[in-house]
């Protein structure tokens, strides 16, 4: 309950904020991907215990997946934004489920992981749906995943 609360409350500040946080040139959901997904990438790499990376990237998946789910429901994101979103975001459950060995798809081996990681990092780099988010929705996005953790 008590999560579901700070998020409500960050959601209704932002709201209120957010006009005043607009800005051009504002950061690309994508770049903060890439951040995040390539620090996972990192800690992937130094990582020797399968099972560990296993969970580290399935953890990664998670949140980010959630973090999509949460951000359905914020009312200034345009109709075109959240179909990019929803792409975004079935492009990684599918990542999920390959990693997973769910619906379908093969599992990948724990010799893989790592070239998993990256091969995340690389598919979202050459993604072609780039997304310019205001800032408070940015701001939305690194709260939810913080809260997540």
């Not at 998670?62 to 792409?87: G, M």
């Not at 769910?102 to 979202?124: K, P, S, T």
């Amino acid at each position: 309950m008590r999560k579901v609360t700070i998020i409500l409350a960050v959601l209704f500040t932002l709201l209120i904020i957010q006009p005043v946080l607009a800005r051009e040139n504002q950061p690309k959901l994508e770049d903060t991907l890439k951040e995040y997904i390539s620090e996972i990438a990192v800690k992937i790499q130094s990582t020797e215990d399968p099972a560990e990376k296993r969970e580290i990237l399935t953890t990664a998946l998670e949140k980010i997946i959630r973090t999509f789910d949460a951000l359905e429901d914020v009312p200034t994101i345009s109709q075109k934004k959240r179909a990019a979103l929803a792409s975004l975001r079935q492009d990684f459950k599918d990542k999920y489920s390959e990693l997973n060995g769910l619906n379908g798809f093969e599992r990948v081996a724990d010799e893989e992981l790592d070239n998993f990681a990256v091969y995340i990092m690389q598919d979202l780099e050459q993604a072609r749906n780039y997304i310019t988010l205001s800032l408070g929705a940015l701001l939305l996005i690194i709260i939810i995943i913080i809260i997540l953790a």
